[in-house]
């Protein structure tokens, strides 16, 4: 079945540092790929997506690509701030066939000023 | 983008006894999901609540335990039956853009079963 696979948090970083959190995933067909985010006492949202290989999601300085020969989709900012600490989630989607969208486990991310 | 609106927020309940979640779309959708939350734990898929046929639940979860209701296309509630302390957890609604392009989720219910 899909699953997917996020590297262990916390992640501690200092203000302005590169940020990468991995993520792979195991898939039948052709799935999109999602990062959402939970911020501290708030719901759930999404913060990119990818709905092919090769495909490059980005928002708020996040990005994300799309690889499909080495089963990826590893998050990337090049200059944290605080705002950004919270809990990274990602997860996949056969959209358009069960629709169903599996998480990995999250990664906490703390941002230090 | 469907903004999905739960209630209650949060709930302390007595062990045996059963609380019913409420999730409300302001669109119609075709697809919903819950999805449970433990503490410090990643999402998992509860069911599919699918609108005018029974649940589809996931591997792990029984409708004895969690029915579901989804009676029109921007609303579902869900059940938790006959709580213990290890449902203590965060319940979510999720719901599929028109699109089926990527899923909205609600603020979720913090339940609390002592």
């Known amino acids: 079945g899909n699953s997917v696979t996020q590297m262990e948090g916390p992640v501690t970083l200092s203000e302005e540092a590169f940020l990468t959190i991995n993520c792979t995933y195991t898939?039948?067909?052709?799935?999109?790929l999602f990062w959402y985010v939970q911020y501290p006492g708030e719901g759930l949202q999404l913060l990119l997506k990818?709905?092919?290989?090769?495909d490059k999601g980005s928002n708020k300085g996040f990005e994300a690509t799309y690889r499909k020969e080495t089963t990826s989709f590893h998050l990337e900012k090049g200059s944290v701030q605080v705002s950004d600490s919270a809990v990274y989630f990602c997860?996949?989607?056969?959209?358009?066939?069960?629709?169903?969208?599996?998480f990995g486990k999250g990664t906490r991310l703390h941002i230090l000023p | 983008s469907a903004v999905i609106s739960q209630k209650p927020s949060r709930d302390i309940c007595q062990r045996g006894t059963s609380l019913t979640i409420q999730c409300q779309v302001d669109?119609?959708?075709?697809?919903m999901f819950w999805y449970r939350q433990q503490p410090g734990q990643s999402l998992t898929l509860i069911a599919t609540?699918?609108?005018?046929?029974?649940?589809?639940?996931e591997s792990g979860f029984v409708i004895d335990k969690f029915p579901i209701s989804r009676p029109n296309l921007t609303f579902s509630t869900l059940t938790v039956s006959n709580m213990s302390p290890e449902d203590s957890s965060i319940y979510l609604c999720?719901?599929?853009?028109?699109?089926?392009?990527?899923?909205?989720f609600g603020q979720g219910t913090r339940l609390t079963v002592v």
């Open positions: 669109s119609q959708v075709t697809m």
């Open positions: 609540a699918n609108q005018g046929s029974e649940a589809t639940y």
């Open positions: 898939a039948t067909g052709y799935p999109s």
């Open positions: 997860a996949l989607g056969n959209m358009n066939r069960d629709d169903k969208i599996i």
């Open positions: 990818a709905t092919k290989a090769d």
């Open positions: 999720s719901a599929l853009d028109s699109l089926n392009t990527e899923a909205f």
